[in-house]
Each structure stands twice: as C-alpha cells, then as structure tokens.
C-alpha cells in the first residue's frame, strides 16, 4: 500500500527554498516529516542580520504555492514591491519599463535567507516536522532503500522512511545517487558568465539611492547588472561578468582594475559604491548553470523537486517559483493518485516539458537583460504589447505577463506567444504590403 497516509514517513534531504517548503505542504497532509539540512542552521547563524545575503524576485507563481500553506501576507510583508525595470544607459539617462498592466502585476524583491527563515519556522512549528542541520546526504543505497546521512563529527547514519525528497539543490547529490546505474538522462551547461553581489547602501536617513520600487539593470551587452531593493532603502547588486577574456573576472586583480571596470561600464554607479573593492574581495564569485534531467523520480520511494531536477539561469527570475510551483505540482498528485509511483509520474509528466521550455526562456532572456532592454525596437514591441494587452486583457497576454504574472504552464505560454508573434507579423506584413502598394498608386 503506497499512499499518502497520516504518519506516514517522509524525509527530505535539502532544507533550502523547496525542501522547507515542501515540508509544510507534508505536515498539513498528516505526514511525519524529518528535513535533512547539510548546512547549519541559518537562523542562528543572524545571516539576514548584517551578512550576505542574495535577493530573489517573487512573482504569482511561487505566491501562489505559498498562499497554498498560509504563507502569502507574511511573506509579502518582508518583500519589497517592484513595479517595472528602470534602464540605466552609459550615459546615466533612465528609463522606466513597467511590468505589467496594474498595480497588480509587480514582482517582490525577497531575501532569500529571511525567505528560507520563515519557511523553516513555520514547518518547525508543526509537531510532526523535525529538522536536522548539518546533516549532509553522501549515498543511497536502491538495494535497501537507504539514505545515508553524514552527521556533525562524520558518523553516518542510514535512514529509513516511507520515501524521500530531493532537494537539494543544482549539485543535488540526491539525484546523483538516485540515477547511479539507470538509463538516466543528466545534462549540464555552465555559462560563460560569473556573478558577484555588491550592496548599494541607503541614504544615513534610510532612504533609497534609487528609485525604490523597482528592479534596477545597468545592460551593457558585454556585462550586466541587475539591482533588487531591500526594505531598509539599500539595494543589492548583481553583477554579472564573462569569466574569460577582455574586461572579464580573469583581468580583475586588485582595486584599480575594479575601479577601471566600474568607470568604463557603470560610472554612474561606482561612486554610490563605497564598499565596491572590500565587497568584491569578500564576496565569492558564482557559477550560472542550466541542469535537465530525466527520470525525477525513483519507483515509488524518491522524487526530486527545484533545482534538483532543473537548474535554470536566473534571468527570467523563476529559478525558485517554479521550484515551488513543483512542491504544489507535488502535493496535488500525491492528493490525485493513490499509488505513489503513479503519483510521482503524473507530477514529472506535468512538471518536466514545462521546467524545460523554463531552462530556454531564461537563456533567451539573459541576451534579452543584456542589450535588447536598451533597443528602440525592444521598447516598441514592449509598448505594442501592453497596449494590445490593455485593449483585451484575455486575449492578448505578453509571453513576460503569462511567465510572471500567471500560472500558465511555461511551455503554453510560449506557444501562445508564438502565436501571438505570427499575427503580429501578419498585420506588420500586411500593412507594409498597403503602404507599398499606396506608395506605388501615389507614384502612377
Ligand atoms: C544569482 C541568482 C539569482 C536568482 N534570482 C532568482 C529570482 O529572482 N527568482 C527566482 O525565482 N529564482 C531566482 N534564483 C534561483 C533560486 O535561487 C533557486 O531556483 C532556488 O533557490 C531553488 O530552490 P531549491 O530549494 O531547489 O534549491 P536551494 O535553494 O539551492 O536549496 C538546496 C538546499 O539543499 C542543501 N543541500 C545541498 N546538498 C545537500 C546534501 N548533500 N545533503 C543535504 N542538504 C543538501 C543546500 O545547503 C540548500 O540549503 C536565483 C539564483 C541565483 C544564483
């Protein structure tokens, strides 16, 4: 009998976004849930209390995953709300971009780690949840459906359970154990570009160096840089930088070449930088990847959810809503089908075509942030766009709308929008042919 029944045991290796998450969505269905955390427990580390920190843009998505636990208003209160882009060019002109139609269509700036905080708090607030820091997963063993856990000290441990989830990550060392000796499909492809966090601090009375309520980028084709507002007025920077080759992470080897960076692509932004060398030497530089993977899942005693089965790079902004759209995608099947297996099944055949049309979209979308955002004819089609989304709100929605503001699967979304594009072109098309064909009579 394999079905989701109250005390039923379920460990999950991963404590991060989805893992937590998840956790709660298990402990509302009855289930008795042990989370297995290789890191150290971030509240008491006070990260979000001065240290680094990394902001993540949430969009309907994933508010709607956690509406689904309770956790929407208290979520939305630590997040800033942003209403559109503001284009920082070379020469300092801005420009805003809004993101949506209404008030309504905004994406919030969060903290990851205060994001993770709550998430954690509220599932160790239910009995039946037990959480386990720095307890890492080394190995699985499909004989005896054993994990084996790696405790403070190095003793390990095997653990039994009903079943385990995944999710642990885009190195997920859960799905390499789990795939070690199937006819399982793993890629994995790292961009050519790094990313470092800066912080742009407030004004000494908390006020905000920029415009708050907004999602900063300095595009300069070559490099990039994304700004997320923090509610006490800073704003944390991401910049991100080929690793190789000219004005690339290579060259950077001190304070001066810095400083020479910084004036040659955001001179307006390095003297609101006072921390600039300090930060670049302490921060580490990140690795971007894209991970695809298939199976998600393991008979009916393992499954794998978030970056565990699909990493995606960050520039559509939908790395951790999709991963919590996953837990939902999860919960509902698990709800659907009494047979575990098939539940596991139906959730990665609702879940993998979409996270995969995510992985291309946000490749796309990382020349899109880069130099499209500053074109001419991007801000046209962009304004073409709201305007025929303003003028039938049903009909006519912009693939970023369907992406950030609804619920629409990925890959629906982009063949809606292909759609979209191809009587775009008609009328273009069509109305050039007139204005030729005008242009001809005038002429006779
Ligand atoms: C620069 C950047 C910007 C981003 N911006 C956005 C954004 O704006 N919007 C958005 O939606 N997403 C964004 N993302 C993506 C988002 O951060 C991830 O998609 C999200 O964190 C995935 O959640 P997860 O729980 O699957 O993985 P993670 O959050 O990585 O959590 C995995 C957890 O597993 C733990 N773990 C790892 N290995 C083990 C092990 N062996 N045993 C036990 N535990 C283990 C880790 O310590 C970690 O706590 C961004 C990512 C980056 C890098």
Known sequence: MTTMQSQ???????????????????????????????????????????????????????????????????????????????????????HFQPYGKNRQEVLHSIDRNELNEILLDRAEEHPNVALHFEHRCVAIDHATREVSIEKPGGTIERLRADWFLGADGAFSKVREEMQRGLRA???????????????????????????????????????????HANRNGSHTLTLFLPFEGPDSFEHIH???????????????????????????????????????????????????VGDACHAVYPFYGQGMNSAFEDCAALSRALAQHADRATAFREYERSRKPHTDTLAELSKANFVELRQ????????????????????????????????????????????RARKQDRVLLAVATTAAAIAVLGAALLVR
């Open 254 to 304: 001190g304070r001066a070449d810095i400083e020479r960076l910084f004036r040659k692509f955001f001179p307006d932004l390095a003297p609101l930088l006072p921390d600039l060398c300090d930060e670049w030497e302490r921060h580490p530089t990140g690795t971007l990847v894209t991970t695809k993977t298939a199976p998600w899942h393991l008979d009916d005693w393992l499954v794998l």
């Open 372 to 415: 499209k955002v500053a074109s001419p004819l991007f801000l046209l089609r962009k304004r073409l766009d709201v305007f025929l989304n303003r003028l039938a709100p049903e009909g006519w929605l912009p693939l970023y709308t369907m992406i950030a503001h609804t619920t629409i699967p990925y890959g629906d979304a982009l063949v």
């Open 185 to 227: 499909n793993y890629s994995r492809e790292f961009l050519e570009w790094g990313y470092k966090e800066l912080t742009l601090p407030a004004n000494a009375d908390g006020s905000s160096q920029l415009k708050l309520n907004a999602l900063h980028v300095w595009p300069r084709g070559h490099c990039l840089i994304v700004s």
């Open 8 to 94: 039923e045991h379920v460990v999950i290796l991963g404590g991060g976004l989805a893992g937590s998450l998840f956790a709660l969505y298990l402990a509302r269905r009855g289930a008795r849930v042990d989370v297995y955390e290789r890191r150290a427990d971030p509240r008491k580390l006070g990260v979000t209390k001065g240290g680094r920190s990394i902001n993540l843009g949430l969009s309907k998505r994933g508010i709607t995953s956690l509406a689904e636990v309770g956790l929407r208003d208290e979520v939305l209160a630590t997040a800033v709300a942003m209403e559109g882009r503001v284009i920082h060019d070379l020469d300092g002109a801005q």
